[in-house]
């Protein structure tokens, strides 16, 4: 199947600073990719669907100020957190969308695990 | 928006038993419905799917069933094995403002007891 790499696993920052995650399709050309957040045992809550070369559409609730979304290539999105509080704390989790498969069909990245101190 | 409900939230079987995790969904214009299966601290990991005009579809120990006119779709797990355990999340998909959305069950959280 469709494999997606997140980058970093981890990260620890401090409170203020911001914080970039890169989720890139290894084995196909994405135009569509998605990005999660999920609680410690909760499910998947989607934050926004990033499209590449337009602007992500994000869901309401979700800041798209503090969370800055950039699709630049057909490979690669990055999520940045910007002005990191704990409450931000959270595991990120991004999955693209084979556009060789079935329209629906989504693989998921491993995550991003993200603590703000 | 779509309603995913998935029950039960936990579920414990004997190695060897079946389990069945169930979902109900409240959009019928819902027509793709996969299933995940999450490790502590990784990814969700595609397991199986079915298609709307489908009602019924196998992989080896692993089956889902559809029933659109009741909303409901379920996973079977025959012979658990203890790498069986994990969380699970049933989803369902539509097309929502131009954009496929995928809205997550809860999960189950499955034990296989050896």
């Known amino acids: 199947g469709a494999v997606v790499s997140q980058h970093p696993s981890r990260v620890i920052c401090k409170s203020g600073t911001s914080v970039k995650i890169e989720c890139r399709s290894l084995d196909f050309q994405a135009t569509t990719m998605f990005w999660y957040r999920q609680f410690p045992k909760q499910s998947l809550m989607l934050m926004a669907t990033s499209n590449e070369g337009s602007k992500a559409t994000y869901e309401q609730g979700v800041e798209k100020d503090k969370f800055l979304i950039n699709h630049a290539s057909l490979t690669l999105s990055t999520l940045t957190v910007t002005s990191a509080h704990p409450e931000d704390s959270s595991f990120y989790i991004c999955?693209?969308?084979?556009?060789?498969?079935?329209?629906?069909?989504?693989?998921f990245g491993p995550g991003t695990r993200l603590t703000v101190t | 928006g779509e309603n995913v409900e998935q029950h039960p939230s936990t579920l414990s079987v004997q190695e060897g038993d079946s389990a069945v995790i169930k979902c109900t969904y409240s959009d019928s214009a819902s027509n793709y419905f996969p299933w995940y299966k999450q490790e502590l601290g990784k990814g969700p990991q595609l397991i199986i799917d079915?298609?709307?005009?489908?009602g019924e579809k196998k992989d080896q120990r692993i089956a889902v069933t559809l029933n659109k006119t009741a909303k409901h779709f379920s996973l079977h797990i025959t012979e658990t094995q203890p790498e069986d355990s994990a969380v699970y999340f049933c989803a369902a998909t539509g097309s929502s403002g131009g954009y496929q959305k995928v809205t997550f069950g809860i999960g189950t959280k499955l034990q296989v007891i050896p």
């Open positions: 079915i298609r709307s005009n489908v």
């Open positions: 999955s693209a969308r084979d556009p060789d498969g079935f329209s629906y069909e989504q693989y």
